[in-house]
């Protein structure tokens, strides 16, 4: 292969992060000018980040993977801000970057060891040491603000819902369920992590304490809690955390998680978002959430999620992530800013009417900035924390997350990624109308050398007369002379926003590659236009979301360069289930259908799922709960399998067999419906795979499947 590199500060970094092997693995789609499942899959992935105290120097993760040896490798950069100058730090893999003796060296997980520990070098990578000597894995970090203690987040065995084994039968391989929450996303829980405080003499940690010793409880929250689940307060006095004190099944059925303040000194701990006294109000978690009022917030009792603390710099307040309503994992997350003098509590940015993301601290203590989405796009705001009022500080077409605030105070550090672009790093001013200063192009050659279709923003109006915002991806080099297939992207979550969002599988870029139009929708039911638009999904799987489908189709449809006859529905989890459910009630649109660990049968859900405050709140009830007139609740009386009867288009069912949150069940069912229906079908199944498909050679199985099935019915 011939690939000429200028050897600038950028393609610098391009070469030290890609390497050749990446772009051998890229080679036939640079030849064929298109992305490829190859491409995709060779692309670098941009991972955590995090900026010296004197913000000269930028640590970053980048994971690539080895097709052939169907792995990956995460490794850790460091870049000079100034020249953007980058090399790679860690010679082997290593994750989780921070600073630490004021800048001079970056401490970093790694299991060189055959264990995974904390380790450090300097920043020219000269001198590396192993600094902790844990019998079980690390997980996770952070050090205090003097740098003598450190939080180091490990697993703990957990019987609270699976019985221990026999001691006499180490062989065997029976579970036994005591309780619900036995499983979660992909595991048995035989083990959860708890967050334990070490001491720091500048080499070694040592003396570990477990911060919720005895406790049954997991902190960070399984299954996606991290570190930014816990804080270090500015004196290093305290360590803020996260933590649902709930198991089984009451912890399956509600979302109430609180922020706990653990003091170091007298490891005693109390909770801020509650008093000492509260009692929680009993809940029928038979019955719709919605029609309780005991699961909402009433005054001081925060009783939805409340995570992610942050204290602010000059230590007189905290900030975390909180939502109103138990059972509600998708009520919007707002700002609630606890001062420790007063012991009161207020919630900043109100009028924002949308999902509060990642935040950080403004270095006067007096303002909080933060990401939220708002008309399909992930931008940068700042409110101040007195007067609760909020303003953008981006406005751009893609999607910010925050990673710091810069220690000069004047901008933030931050990544960035788009329909058309992954993951890259900048530096965002703080004030408007400066200008934002990109630091990496990891995937450069990727962007040069292969063709990318245009992203447009296209108004609908749907079926009651709103306006719906959808996302409309041309193919390269699109020709409004021909007709083109289209395909309806059906998001999932169910509430999780069509956004800017780049995705490594269903990513529109490489539906585009092949000759399709794809159209996706924010229709009801995703955050970004206000409150009721989010809600009015709740218990409404089949109502109105769908005809915001179906208005999206036609109204690209009616485009002359679109081919009303090879037009096709794709989608997983929530677009799994939309699938499944247009396949019964489509009215002849769609020539081919693919749908990813969707739900098929809703009545089978709600007892199959782990997280049972799901299933309460968006199906209202258990399927046994009739309403007053006696009728099914609707999510149970318009379950996609009443109507396989309709089934006539051919349809794909993907799953993978370690998803506990759908189960693989759903899509053997609907496999098995078609079949007997006399309908063409395919199942692709993943033994080792989860809700998502995390594995190189699995993930281009899934592209060359999925494509091969669109291509049958559609090309």
Avoid at 550 to 560: G, K, Q, R
Wanted: charged share 25%; proline share 5%.
């Amino acid at each position: 292969m011939t690939f000429k590199i200028t050897l600038t500060a950028a393609t610098l970094m391009m070469s030290l992060t890609l390497g050749a092997q990446n772009l051998q693995q890229a080679e036939e789609a640079f030849q064929k000018g298109r992305l490829t499942p190859e491409a995709l899959w060779s692309m670098g992935r941009i991972g955590g980040v995090t900026v010296s105290p004197d913000g000269k120097t930028v640590a970053y993760t980048v994971t690539t993977y080895d097709i052939k040896a169907n792995k990956g490798e995460t490794a850790i950069y460091v870049m000079d801000t100034a020249s953007c100058q980058t090399r790679r730090l860690t010679p082997g893999r290593g994750s989780q970057p921070a600073f630490i003796d004021g800048g001079r060296r970056v401490a970093y997980l790694s299991s060189a060891s055959g264990s995974s520990q904390v380790w450090a070098t300097d920043l020219d990578g000269t001198h590396t040491e192993r600094l902790s000597d844990e019998t079980a894995d690390v997980e996770g970090f952070s050090f205090s603000p003097d740098g003598s203690h450190i939080i180091l987040i490990k697993s703990i065995p957990s019987t609270t819902s699976i019985a221990a084994k026999d001691a006499d039968l180490p062989l065997s391989t029976g579970i036994l369920a005591t309780d619900l929450m036995y499983k979660h996303w992909d595991q048995y829980v035989t083990a959860i992590p708890h967050p334990f405080v070490a001491q720091f003499d500048g080499r070694k940690i040592s003396g570990a304490i477990d911060v919720l010793e005895g406790e049954p409880f997991e902190c960070p929250m399984l299954p996606f809690g991290g570190i930014e689940q816990l804080a270090w307060s500015p004196d290093g006095q305290s360590i803020a955390y996260t933590c649902r004190k709930k198991t089984g099944r009451d912890y399956a059925v509600s979302t109430d998680s609180d922020i706990f303040l653990y003091d170091i000194a007298t490891k005693t701990t109390r909770n801020l978002c509650k008093p000492a006294d509260y009692k929680a109000p009993a809940i029928d978690h038979t019955k719709s959430l919605q029609d309780q009022a005991v699961n909402k917030q009433e005054g001081d009792f925060n009783v939805g999620y409340d995570e992610n603390p942050q204290f602010s710099p000059d230590g007189r307040y905290i900030a975390w992530k909180s939502r109103e309503r138990d059972g509600y994992e998708s009520d919007l997350s707002r700002l609630c800013v606890y001062e420790f003098k007063t012991g009161r509590k207020t919630y900043v940015a109100g009028q924002f009417a949308s999902e509060v993301n990642e935040f950080v601290w403004a270095a006067d203590s007096k303002r909080l900035y933060f990401t939220g989405v708002w008309h399909g796009k992930t931008q940068i705001y700042q409110t101040d924390i007195k007067t609760g009022s909020f303003s953008p500080i981006t406005d751009e077409v893609c999607d910010y997350a925050l990673s710091a605030l810069m220690p000069d105070g004047k901008s933030l550090l931050a990544t960035r990624h788009s329909m058309s672009r992954a993951d890259e790093i900048f530096i965002v001013p703080i004030r408007k109308g400066q200008t934002i200063t990109q630091l990496t192009e990891v995937n450069r050659p990727f962007y040069d050398r292969l063709a990318w279709g245009e992203v447009k923003e296209r108004w609908v109006k749907t079926s009651d007369g709103q306006s719906e915002l959808c996302w409309v991806v041309y193919p390269p080099h699109f020709d409004p002379a021909k007709k083109y297939p289209v395909l309806l992207f059906c998001e999932g979550g169910p509430q999780s926003p069509v956004s800017q969002f780049w995705s490594y599988r269903w990513n529109f870029q490489i539906m585009a590659a092949n000759d399709y139009i794809i159209i996706a929708p924010n229709r009801r039911g995703l955050p970004g236009f206000g409150k009721k638009w989010l809600e009015d999904i709740s218990g409404d799987y089949s109502g109105q979301c769908m005809r915001d489908y179906l208005s999206a189709i036609d109204d690209i449809a009616a485009e002359p360069y679109v081919d009303r006859e090879r037009l096709g529905a794709v989608g997983a989890s929530f677009g799994g289930y939309s699938v499944y459910w247009l396949a019964g009630n489509h009215d002849k649109r769609f020539k081919c259908f693919i749908s990813h660990d969707g739900i098929f049968n809703t009545q089978q859900q709600y007892l199959e799922t782990e997280e049972m405050w799901f299933a309460n709140w968006d199906l209202k009830s258990a399927p046994w709960h009739r309403q007053a007139n006696g009728e099914m609740q609707n999510a149970f009386a318009h379950s996609p399998h009443l109507y396989a009867d309709k089934w006539d288009t051919p349809i794909l069912c993907i799953h993978g067999q370690r998803d506990f949150r759908i189960e693989y069940t759903q899509a053997e069912s609907a496999f098995s419906a078609a079949r007997m229906r006399g309908v063409d079908a395919q199942l692709l199944l993943f033994p080792d795979e989860n809700h998502w498909v995390l594995k190189p050679q699995n993930g281009i199985l899934w592209q060359r499947t999925f494509f091969r099935w669109l291509d049958k019915y559609l090309k």
